[in-house]
């Protein structure tokens, strides 16, 4: 759902409003809104392919994975953060299928949920799926989002635009980054490669924030051969693995992996908030 004012139009930056099913600045841009209540903020010259962002393939493979719980403790790691912290508003950028949005929301029924994100096809699902959350269709390169606006901003396994997340946070803003930690999906690549490695330490230094903490979220997936398909296929493993490899997850009958997330929380720097 979007509220009137909340985002901005990408060619003049005024508020837009809805009106007639659609939504307008007062120079009269106009943006469709979506039959499921999200609007496409991306202007065509703003695209760096016809579609840009993960596929309908990547993102039905998403949502099988997410269906099954795979998220459910890094939103409850991410819910505890937001106990301490109350964020009035929470801006998922890069947001996928919309998940960590949709979940947060049940148990922050009053904060103000936004999810935005490059792919159409993400959106639209994601759209569907959360009917609460405000959902566009942008870069975070260049967010049609008032600066100062948002308390929290979550960017998990997405990329990362320290300049413009920092403008959209509110003073003290949160910063929530999260990646695969050491051990995430170990048994899965024991699986897949001959010589599976953990993953490195991404040592990500951001000069607008400042880190508060980091928590490492474990949890398991679990499932059968169409299960690993989509986990897969929504990694980058799935280009780095030959294809006999792969034919090795249709064999499966059921199989359990480990999940491990590293949740790092940052805190936007006092100096950078009047930019
Ligand atoms: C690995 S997925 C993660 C999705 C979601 N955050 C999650 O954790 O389930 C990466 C997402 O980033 C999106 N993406 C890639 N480039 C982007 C950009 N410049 N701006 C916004 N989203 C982008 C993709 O379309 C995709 O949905
Ligand atoms: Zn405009």
Request: aromatic share 12%; hydrophobic share 35%.
């Amino acid at each position: 759902m979007i509220s009137d004012g909340l985002f901005l139009c990408p060619h003049c930056g005024e508020k837009l409003n809805g009106k007639n099913g659609s939504f307008m600045c007062v120079n009269g841009h106009c943006f469709d809104k979506a039959k499921s209540g999200y609007v496409n903020l991306l202007p065509p010259n703003r695209k760096n392919s016809v579609s840009p962002g993960d596929n309908k393939e990547m993102i039905q493979s998403r949502v099988r994975v997410m269906n099954k719980g795979y998220y459910k403790p890094l939103a409850e790691a991410i819910g505890k953060i937001f106990a301490e912290f109350n964020p009035a508003s929470v801006l998922d950028a890069g947001c996928g299928t919309g998940y960590l949005c949709g979940e947060l929301k049940k148990s922050f029924p009053e904060t103000e949920f936004i999810g935005t994100d490059i792919s159409k096809f993400a959106i639209e699902q994601a759209a569907k799926k959360s009917k609460e959350t405000a959902f566009a269709v942008c870069s975070s390169k260049r967010l049609p989002i008032s600066s100062g606006s948002i308390d929290a901003v979550i960017c998990a396994f997405a990329p990362v635009y320290e300049q413009e997340f920092s403008r959209v946070n509110s003073d003290n803003g949160l910063f929530l980054r999260v990646v695969p930690a050491k051990e995430h999906l170990f048994k899965l690549k024991e699986f897949l490669y001959d010589n599976p490695r953990y993953n490195e330490d991404e040592d990500e230094a951001f000069s607008l924030y400042e880190p508060l903490k980091v928590e490492y979220v474990k949890g398991e997936f679990g499932g059968d051969a169409d299960d690993f398909n989509a986990l897969v296929r929504m990694t980058p493993y799935y280009y780095h693995t030959s294809s006999d490899k792969l034919e090795r997850l249709n064999k499966i009958d059921y199989f359990t992996v480990n999940t491990e997330f590293e949740l790092r929380v940052f805190r936007k720097k006092a100096d950078f908030q009047k930019n």
